[in-house]
């Protein structure tokens, strides 16, 4: 599995309205040797005035009307992610859909980087349901601020890093199940 080892960055996402180029907010943590080694975290002038997902995160037209747009942002953003093996999200096809949207709508290069759902690894490999990250996060004691793009962000990160570490755990034996002298 191609996220057991490696650089990654978790990035987050929070939107302004229902289409998918309406990012008001991005986070990226990368993580270096599971560690969360830099964080990022901007305001984002969406195209359009309209917020209507601030009683989700909280952020209005007056917090973000001054701000850079996606593509001006982005170019400076932009190293954070190189030599990343990957970038986690949880629900991935969302943040990955935002990104390419935004970069495409931008003029702007989109990332070939391979995308890891963190939804996914809760299920699959940490046993965890239900499945949204609050309830991810409190399963394995990780501090959440949820809908606020810098905290969702930071909390994909160890449960990346949990998975990799159940991944690489060995097995415990059961007592008479080994080959004995």
């Known amino acids: 599995m191609f ?10 996402f929070e939107t302004a309205d229902y289409q998918r180029d309406s990012a008001c907010a991005v986070a990226l943590a990368r993580v270096e040797n599971n560690r969360i080694v830099q964080r990022m975290y901007r305001l984002i002038r969406p195209p359009r005035k309209t917020v209507v997902f601030s009683y989700l995160h909280g952020i209005k037209w007056e917090d973000v009307a001054r701000e850079p747009t996606f593509g001006e942002i982005w170019p400076q953003l932009l190293p954070m992610i190189q030599g990343a093996s990957f970038l ?15 970069c495409q709508v931008s003029g702007l290069g989109i990332p070939q980087a391979k ?3 963190t939804v996914n690894l809760a299920r699959k490999i940490l ?3 239900p499945t949204q990250l609050p309830q991810v996060c409190s ?18 990160a160890p449960i990346v890093i949990a998975a990799r570490k159940k991944m690489t ?3 415990v034996r059961k007592p008479g199940s080994g080959h004995g002298k």
Request: hydrophobic letters at 40%; charged letters at 25%.
């Open 3 to 12: 996220f057991r080892d490696g650089d990654f960055v978790a990035i987050d």
């Open 88 to 102: 986690a999200a949880h629900n991935a096809s969302f943040d990955r859909s935002v990104l390419e949207t935004c």
């Open 115 to 117: 995308f890891l759902c």
């Open 127 to 129: 046993g965890i349901y």
């Open 139 to 156: 399963k394995l004691g990780i501090r959440l601020d949820h809908h606020n793009a810098a905290s969702d962000a930071d909390a994909c």
């Open 169 to 171: 755990t060995p097995s």
